[in-house]
């Protein structure tokens, strides 16, 4: 019984620990996108490589780099980083270049 009670414990422990990385890991992802991903949009919006090719392998570059500088070893993990990048910069180009429809009195007033 007492055996169970330390296998549980561990159990949860772990299921903390990896919560917790879940949850930072993500803050570091976030401050990642802005800190770098936005200079980078910026320039390629000025250059006019606005598609969503250009986004998807800007973000797949720029993720596999990050994670090719902290851990060369970890190369499992930078395919999936690599790969979650491209996504997220083809969501991002999504939300960013989205077509808007306006109204026609908001078009008179600014158009």
């Known amino acids: 019984m007492a055996?169970?009670?330390?296998?549980?414990?561990?159990?949860?422990?772990?299921?903390?620990?990896?919560?917790?990385?879940?949850?930072?890991?993500?803050?570091?992802?976030?401050?990642?996108?802005?800190?770098?991903?936005?200079?980078?949009?910026?320039?390629?919006?000025?250059l006019g490589l606005r598609g969503p090719v250009t986004?998807?392998?800007?973000?797949?570059?720029?993720?596999?780099?990050?994670?090719?500088?902290?851990?060369?070893?970890a190369w499992m993990g930078i395919g999936l980083n690599a790969v979650l990048g491209a996504v997220i910069g083809h969501i991002v180009w999504r939300k960013a270049y989205r077509p808007v429809a306006v109204d026609r009195e908001t078009a008179e007033v600014f158009g």
């Open 3 to 46: 055996a169970t009670a330390v296998i549980q414990t561990q159990s949860l422990s772990g299921l903390i620990i990896g919560i917790l990385a879940f949850f930072f890991a993500t803050i570091i992802w976030a401050a990642g996108l802005f800190i770098v991903g936005t200079p980078v949009w910026r320039v390629l919006h000025w």
């Open 55 to 73: 986004a998807s392998v800007t973000g797949f570059v720029l993720a596999g780099g990050a994670i090719a500088l902290i851990a060369w070893e």
